[in-house]
């Protein structure tokens, strides 16, 4: 048994943080998918559909958007 309650605080201080780690990792690694899901939806929730596009960077402050197709794929209304 844990005989002391600092070495507790310290075992829970550090599985909490081995948590919150965790999570911000998975976070950043489905930036990009979280982005597509959210730019998609914010577009559709403005009338803009169908839309297809790919995220190419995600900064701090920007995000880059390529291959934008806005209308049917096969002749679309505006490309970018």
Do not use: C, Y
């Not at 999570?23 to 559709?44: D, M, N, P, S």
């Not at 403005?46 to 049917?72: A, E, H, Y």
């Amino acid at each position: 048994m844990l005989k002391s309650w600092k070495v507790r605080l310290a075992l829970v201080a550090a599985v909490l943080f081995l948590a919150l780690a965790l999570g911000l990792g998975w976070l950043w690694a489905q930036r990009v998918a979280l982005a597509e899901r959210v730019i998609g939806q914010a577009l559709a929730d403005r009338g803009i559909t169908p839309v297809s596009f790919n995220v190419g960077f995600i900064g701090l402050r920007s995000i880059s958007l390529s291959d934008i197709s806005i209308g049917d794929s096969a002749a679309p209304d505006a490309t970018a």
